[in-house]
């Protein structure tokens, strides 16, 4: 019985994958994030934590450029996640509001009746 809960719980963490912050430019950054369960809200959700206690722990705040996510190729409530941020000053005139579009890959149908 032990063994199966081990091999279940190692199945469990293999579907958890995290990039970590990775720099990509002058204060950018980006995360990948893969969670079992959840689904796309939660992977984001993870990225996001991530971000702010990482530009947190450098006396800045975290600016979202964009995000990405869908739900793993596996199904099952398996979420990805894809941001990219700036770690930005304190007080920085660009630390403002954000009015975010919709993601750019999502078709929307106008019915035309």
Request: proline share 6%; glycine share 10%.
């Amino acid at each position: 019985m032990k063994i199966w809960l081990m091999v279940l719980f190692a199945a469990a963490l293999a579907g958890c994958a995290d990039s970590g912050p990775i720099k990509v430019g002058p204060d950018t950054y980006t995360i990948s994030t893969r969670v079992p369960f959840g689904g796309p809200a939660s992977a984001k959700g993870q990225a996001l934590k991530e971000a702010n206690v990482f530009c947190e722990s450098q006396g800045r705040e975290i600016l979202l450029d964009h995000m990405q996510a869908s739900e793993c190729a596996l199904h099952g409530g398996c979420g990805e996640a894809e941001i990219y941020f700036f770690c930005m000053a304190k007080g920085d005139p660009q630390l403002k509001r954000q009015r975010y579009s919709p993601d750019p890959t999502q078709k929307i149908q106008i019915d035309q009746r």
